[in-house]
């Protein structure tokens, strides 16, 4: 079982930047692809940025992004805090939303599903003048 707990979302002007977090407790965080997903009113939950931890002896992460936020946000992770961050610069009104925080496994089952799909609480980001 997973637990994450995001912080770090609230009302920002347009041009402005903030950091997200999200907290990880339980085992192999190391091993789980971490992801930012969001989900602005009346649509549907979107991808932000996801970044993997391989199993090579260096940790290397891959990272994948929206278009939307290319350029702009940068997902990164910290194993041995259990965390994973999303640095959010030059934010738009359109990046409005609730940032959910997602753990999943690397790779799906044969059966095309995930074998678990955690989520956070989610924290608001708004994005006013």
């Known amino acids: 079982q997973v637990q994450l707990v995001e912080s770090g979302g609230g009302l920002v002007q347009p041009g402005g930047s903030l950091r997200l977090s999200c907290v990880a407790s339980g085992s192999a965080f190391r091993l789980n692809t971490m992801g930012w997903y969001r989900q602005a009113p009346g649509k549907q939950r979107e991808l932000v940025a996801t970044?993997?931890?391989?199993?090579?002896?260096?940790?290397?992460?891959?990272?994948n992004y929206a278009d939307s936020v290319k350029g702009r946000f940068t997902i990164s992770r910290d194993n041995a805090k259990m965390t994973v961050y999303l640095q959010m610069n030059s934010l738009k009104p359109e990046d409005t939303g609730v940032y959910y925080c997602?753990?999943?496994?690397?790779?799906?089952?044969?059966?095309?599903?995930?074998?678990?799909?955690?989520w956070g609480q989610g924290t608001q980001v708004t994005v006013s003048s």
């Open positions: 997602n753990c999943r496994p690397p790779s799906k089952n044969p059966y095309g599903t995930w074998d678990y799909d955690y």
């Open positions: 970044i993997t931890s391989s199993w090579s002896t260096n940790y290397s992460w891959s990272t």
